[in-house]
T-cell receptor, first 110, second 115 residues
């Protein structure tokens, strides 16, 4: 499984768009990129997954360039409740087990 | 369905005691995972079940740890002779196990404190 690297922390203000970039230089051909969100004292929550180009759902967009060595999670118009840790993961294989890093702590201020 | 549930939510035990945690996955999910999370770190994979079969175990899972999923529904994780280093949040997750779908649904976790 590819190792992912993302910033330790980011700050933002309410109403702004937040982009969190993750690098995965050693991503394998069959790896998917997934993002999870975790609030304190709760289990992680799936946000989005993608293989290449752009994927959008009701909460976020995921941009993966053609070389797939990085990906960017975009959160539109964040609110205070988006303050959480965001994990970028490369996932593949029959088990679909998740290998988490330390994640990015996003702090949204008023 | 109310999602993945875990019991107990909190457990305080003395070093050397045995503890058992229970996870009830979403009913139609055939895959069940256990993870462990310590403060400031992301969750670490422990083990995984496809129905009742335990298909993978992490090297983190020492001989003191055992997990079961006897009928392919709920699962239990037992830690024998607990040590202070076992103090952590134990997370359970379940998924449908569809090819190319990597969404796992996590429970609220069981926080273990070993004194």
């Amino acid at each position: 499984l590819a190792k992912t690297t993302q910033p330790i922390s980011m700050d933002s203000y309410e109403g702004q768009e937040v982009n969190i970039t993750c690098s995965h230089n050693n991503i394998a051909t069959n790896d998917y990129i997934t993002w999870y969100q975790q609030f304190p004292s709760q289990g992680p929550r799936f946000i989005i997954q993608g293989y290449k180009t752009k994927v959008t759902n009701e909460v976020a967009s995921l941009f993966i360039p053609a070389d797939r060595k990085s990906s960017t999670l975009s959160l539109p118009r964040v609110s205070l409740s988006d303050t959480a840790v965001y994990y970028c993961l490369a996932v593949a294989g029959a088990t679909n087990k998740l290998i988490f890093g330390t994640g990015t702590l996003l702090a949204v201020q008023p | 369905d109310t999602g993945v549930s875990q019991n107990p939510r909190h457990k305080i035990t003395k070093r050397g005691q045995n503890v058992t945690f229970r996870c009830d996955p979403i009913s139609e999910h055939n895959r069940l995972y256990w993870y462990r999370q310590t403060l400031g770190q992301g969750p670490e994979f422990l083990t995984y079940f496809q129905n009742e079969a335990q298909l993978e175990k992490s090297r983190l899972l020492s001989d003191r740890f055992s997990a079961e999923r006897p009928k392919g529904s709920f699962s239990t994780l037992e830690i024998q002779r607990t040590e202070q280093g076992d103090s952590a949040m134990y997370l359970c997750a379940s998924s449908l196990g569809l090819a190319g779908v990597y969404e796992q649904y996590f429970g609220p976790g069981t926080r273990l404190t070993v004194t």
